[in-house]
């Protein structure tokens, strides 16, 4: 197995044991809305799978995912019901996926169906999605319309009647008479608009009434209210508009079962989380500690009674441990860390795979792959750059044809980096296909019920994107998630203490942006202390040092290295009580800007084993803190530095 793929085999098996657990909660009787977080959890798991398999090149079992898709859709558009056949069949189908995967982790070639031993379970289980005729009662009997018209409703129009009905959207019927000169485009604009209100289910010819001319349709639309005024209907056009069907006329059996009594249920067992490493990693640290532990009994030695010798030779001997202390610190966040190239390899092998199958030509970039982070933090967003990326082949990057009308390259581009910004980590996915449609998005909004008729700001619109199961989308494809998508990133990112940003240019492309805290990293610091504190400064910001004869006026420029520079007090910074006067300052840059921040004391450089801590998730200026035997060591994030220094003197100019 290629090493671009290093972990996605355990990736896979995770998925599998959260497919097990979800499946065992549902299986337990419980209110309704938690069987449905239980079935969520199914079809991301699934979801997530057939990624996966297409990734690793196999397409069978993603295809084989893809067919338990279609079963969680047909429960989730209210087709089938979840009953003990339903989730035998389930199960039978995780197990057929998780023997596939095993045997082709150990070699074996791929079957053409890896659900052969269930076809006929999940045949039945379709069957009953699509009753016969006259085996179950048909929703569609339900619409008030002559038999010659109900017959004319195609399988996809039939099931969607049915289903919008089960949601509990009544059914109404629109007949519009149409002049014959213009009948083409008056029926793409009112059918546009009456879009915008619901769903159309179906436009069928229809018999003209007596006495008219041109042409006559049956538009067969749902929506929970109708606002015939903003069709855009000319004088004439409009014959009739009557309900067909309503869900009160559903019959008892087909509706949506009662909320059931949540059962006691035992404390969930511990998450258990696994670390492999290469062996000579471990053999490194042994090393390490060893060394510690020869310090140590040096020092131990040195301190016995009836031994005499130097002062500064323990003292030496605790800087020689604390140093290796530091090593094994480093060591074992090694062990933990993961370069972001690993990712990047897995996410172009299946942005590549996506794109040929998509039929769309695209130009793929990566920038950051050096950058070292968290090997469990990585693992937890493969799954959402799996749906970043599918979102912007599905609905981002137009198709061949498209783009050369737009006067764009036939090939789509999509950069993808990582970077890391003071006590962030920032994941930026940017496309330069057709942007977000605002207009489209605004009129899915007010269809669903989340937007009022008044205009939204474009960040309002792209914040609704990532509302639980937003889909513009109507069709569902092998490549669309079928409203799983955004709302699943924003959710797991927010997961990892971190924020989802978009951003959009119609006709241009868009900029999806993933901010994630920094939990763990060894830092390069120059210690300081100031009043009672000791904090950090990254030494990679950290320009000069200089300590004065006189004490040094804070607000007073400072000439340096060419520049002048103004000085405020380091705890004037954080808001914190500050002398005006500091015998030495620090010389910080970020960018091309510079301050000079007052301190008491230059205590030294050092490695620190920084850890974002959750109480400083709110405390401006510091990027997060290092735990020491007399306290804790705050680092400062520089830039926030350098825009508190701006507000610390602001502040002091309107006292004076």
Same mark, same amino acid.
């Given at each position: 197995?290629?090493? #671009?793929?290093?972990?996605? &085999?355990?990736?896979?098996?995770?998925?599998?044991?959260?497919?097990?657990?979800?499946?065992?909660?549902?299986? *337990?009787?419980?209110?309704?809305?938690?069987?449905?977080?239980?079935?969520?959890?199914?079809?991301?798991?699934?979801?997530?799978?057939?990624?996966?398999?297409?990734?690793?090149?196999?397409?069978?079992?993603?295809?084989?995912?893809?067919?338990?898709?279609?079963?969680?859709?047909?429960?989730?558009? %209210?087709?089938?019901?979840?009953?003990?056949?339903?989730?035998? *069949?389930?199960?039978?189908?995780?197990?057929?996926?998780?023997?596939?995967?095993?045997?082709?982790?150990?070699? =074996?070639?791929?079957?053409? @169906?890896?659900?052969?031993? $269930? =076809?006929?379970?999940?045949?039945?289980?379709?069957?009953?999605?699509?009753?016969?005729?006259?085996?179950?009662?048909?929703?569609?009997?339900?619409?008030?319309?002559?038999?010659?018209?109900?017959?004319?409703?195609?399988?996809?129009? =039939?099931?969607?009647?049915?289903?919008?009905?089960?949601?509990?959207?009544?059914? =109404? %019927?629109?007949?519009?008479?149409?002049?014959?000169? +213009?009948?083409?485009?008056?029926?793409?604009?009112?059918?546009?608009?009456?879009?915008?209100?619901?769903?159309?289910? #179906? +436009?069928?010819? &229809?018999?003209?009434?007596? %006495?008219?001319?041109? $042409?006559?349709?049956?538009?067969?639309?749902?929506?929970?209210?109708?606002?015939?005024?903003?069709?855009?209907?000319?004088?004439?056009?409009?014959?009739?508009?009557?309900?067909?069907?309503?869900?009160?006329?559903?019959?008892?059996?087909?509706?949506?079962?009662?909320?059931?009594?949540?059962?006691?249920?035992?404390?969930?067992?511990?998450?258990?989380?696994?670390?492999?490493?290469?062996?000579? &990693?471990?053999?490194?640290?042994?090393?390490?500690?060893?060394?510690?532990?020869?310090?140590? @009994?040096?020092?131990?030695?040195?301190?016995?009674?009836?031994?005499?010798?130097?002062?500064?030779a323990p003292l030496a001997l605790l800087a020689d441990m604390e140093e290796g202390l530091m090593e094994v610190q480093h060591a074992l966040l090694q062990m933990r860390m993961v370069r972001v190239e690993t990712l990047f390899s897995r996410l172009e092998a299946l942005a590549k795979s996506l794109a040929r199958d998509s039929g769309k030509p695209l130009a793929i970039t990566f920038r950051g792959g050096d950058l070292a982070v968290e090997r469990d933090l990585l693992g937890r967003l493969a799954e959402p750059f799996l749906h970043l990326l599918r979102n912007a082949l599905d609905h981002g990057l137009e198709g061949p044809a498209a783009r050369r009308s737009a006067g764009k390259p036939e090939a789509g581009t999509l950069g993808i980096s990582a970077a890391q910004q003071g006590r962030h980590l920032c994941f930026q996915l940017q496309d330069d296909g057709r942007g977000f449609d605002l207009a489209r998005i605004a009129a899915r909004g007010r269809t669903l019920g989340l937007l009022g008729e008044e205009p939204s700001s474009p960040e309002a619109l792209l914040r609704l994107v990532l509302e639980p199961g937003f889909s513009t989308r109507e069709e569902v494809t092998e490549l669309s998630g079928r409203g799983v998508g955004l709302d699943v990133v924003r959710s797991q990112v927010e997961a990892l203490g971190g924020e989802l940003h978009l951003s959009s240019e119609a006709g241009r492309g868009s900029l999806i942006s993933l901010l994630l805290p920094l939990h763990r990293v060894v830092l390069a610091c120059l210690k300081v202390r100031c009043g009672q504190h000791t904090f950090g400064l990254p030494l990679e910001s950290v320009l000069r040092v200089r300590a004065g004869r006189i004490p040094l006026v804070c607000g007073a420029p400072v000439q340096e290295l060419g520049r002048v520079v103004p000085m405020t007090s380091l705890l004037a910074c954080l808001g914190l009580p500050a002398p005006e006067t500091h015998p030495a300052f620090v010389l910080v840059e970020d960018g091309h800007e510079g301050i000079a921040l007052g301190v008491d004391e230059v205590l030294g450089k050092g490695n620190v084993l920084l850890r974002s801590l959750p109480e400083l998730a709110r405390v401006p200026g510091i990027m997060g803190g290092a735990h020491r035997e007399d306290g804790i060591l705050w680092v400062l994030d520089p830039r926030e530095a350098m825009e508190l220094a701006g507000l610390a003197q602001a502040r002091r100019l309107t006292h004076v």
């Open positions: 197995m290629n090493q #671009s793929f290093e972990g996605v &085999w355990t990736e896979c098996e995770e998925l599998f044991a959260q497919a097990r657990t979800a499946l065992k909660d549902l299986q *337990t009787p419980q209110a309704s809305h938690l069987a449905r977080a239980h079935l969520n959890a199914l079809f991301r798991a699934t979801h997530t799978l057939k990624g996966m398999a297409a990734m690793l090149g196999f397409p069978a079992l993603s295809q084989a995912a893809h067919r338990l898709e279609d079963l969680f859709d047909l429960v989730r558009q %209210g087709r089938l019901s979840v009953t003990e056949t339903f989730l035998e *069949t389930l199960a039978s189908g995780i197990q057929a996926l998780e023997d596939g995967l095993e045997g082709l982790k150990r070699g =074996r070639p791929e079957p053409t @169906d890896h659900l052969q031993a $269930i =076809r006929r379970q999940m045949g039945e289980l379709e069957a009953l999605a699509l009753p016969l005729e006259g085996a179950a009662p048909n929703l569609c009997a339900l619409l008030d319309l002559p038999a010659s018209a109900r017959e004319a409703l195609s399988a996809q129009e =039939r099931l969607r009647t049915t289903a919008v009905l089960l949601e509990g959207l009544p059914v =109404r %019927g629109l007949l519009l008479n149409l002049d014959l000169a +213009t009948f083409d485009a008056r029926l793409r604009a009112v059918s546009a608009a009456l879009a915008a209100q619901g769903e159309i289910l #179906s +436009t069928l010819p &229809w018999e003209a009434p007596a %006495g008219t001319d041109g $042409i006559t349709f049956l538009v067969l639309a749902a929506s929970a209210d109708l606002d015939l005024e903003a069709l855009g209907l000319l004088p004439g056009e409009l014959g009739s508009c009557r309900l067909l069907a309503e869900p009160s006329q559903v019959p008892l059996g087909l509706r949506k079962p009662a909320a059931l009594a949540p059962a006691p249920r035992e404390a969930a067992a511990p998450e258990v989380a696994f670390l492999r490493l290469p062996v000579q &990693w471990v053999d490194d640290l042994e090393v390490r500690l060893q060394g510690v532990e020869q310090l140590r @009994d040096q020092a131990s030695h040195l301190l016995g009674p009836g031994q005499a010798g130097p002062a500064e």
